[in-house]
Nanobody
């Protein structure tokens, strides 16, 4: 089990950027594939991006591909999500999650540990 704490959210204008961080503790970080999900008000939680244990492979949802970048630093036990060209529809609470499955996919059921989330609000 690993504990996850997100940070870096905030209020930004459309077209702006943010970098989210997720710090892990309590486990061997490099054993986990990591994912980012988001949940907007009144909507279900949706997959955003994932990265393999070593960081060698990433995958994105179509809605963020080309605008968001997931990365990780195993020496710092941290995964990042760079958000560029933000749109109002990106407004949501963003969660990071850890999976001990090598290729956990986009289904949130494959992720075992979750952070409490960080709010991202994009104004038009």
């Amino acid at each position: 089990q690993v504990q996850l704490v997100e940070s870096g959210g905030g209020l930004v204008q459309a077209g702006g950027s943010l970098r989210l961080s997720c710090a892990a503790s309590g486990g061997t970080f490099s054993r986990y594939a990591m994912g980012w999900f988001r949940q907007a008000p009144g909507k279900e939680r949706e997959f955003v991006a994932r990265i393999t244990r070593s960081g060698s492979s990433t995958y994105y949802s179509d809605s963020v591909k080309g605008r968001f970048t997931i990365s990780r630093d195993n020496a710092k036990n941290t995964v990042y999500l760079q958000l560029n060209s933000l749109k109002p529809e990106d407004t949501a609470v963003y969660y990071c999650a850890a999976s001990d499955v090598y290729w956990p996919g986009t289904n949130s059921d494959k992720y075992d540990d979750w952070g409490h989330g960080t709010q991202v609000t994009v104004s038009s």
